[in-house]
């Protein structure tokens, strides 16, 4: 079952428990593993994370804890900017960039992710 969903450019995206970050290949009716530019799968963790598209990207938002004396206190949310390729019949993604863009409660989780451009 998918846990997180997003399309990109008429490019449906789901990420899955057990395989990953994966693609829908409408051609031949089955999932692909969205790889990076050496071919190699680029893998990522999404426990109660979001994906959304922006400018043609697909951005993965993701919470890292922060722990005080091995106990969580807070959360940082990350982010990561991935630029979408078609290489063949394969979709690759570059990782343009990944940071931390907030910290929040240790009880918070992502609801809806949206984004908004002008």
Same mark, same amino acid.
Request: proline share 2%.
């Given at each position: ?17 057990? @395989? ?5 290949? @409408? ?92």
């Amino acid at each position: 079952m998918a846990h997180r969903v997003c399309v990109v450019e008429d490019v449906l995206f789901a990420f899955f428990n057990k @395989t990953g970050l994966m693609w829908f290949d @409408t051609k031949l009716n089955v999932w692909r593993s969205l790889v990076g530019r050496d071919g190699k799968e680029l893998t990522f963790i999404l426990d109660g994370g979001a994906m959304v598209e922006y400018e043609g990207r697909l951005v993965v938002l993701y919470m890292g804890d922060e722990d005080v004396f091995d106990v969580p206190v807070a959360q940082s949310v990350r982010c990561m900017f991935v630029s979408l390729d078609r290489a063949g019949g394969k979709i690759c993604g570059t990782i343009d960039w990944s940071g931390t863009v907030a910290t929040v409660p240790f009880m918070f989780r992502f609801l809806h992710c949206l984004a908004v451009s002008h």
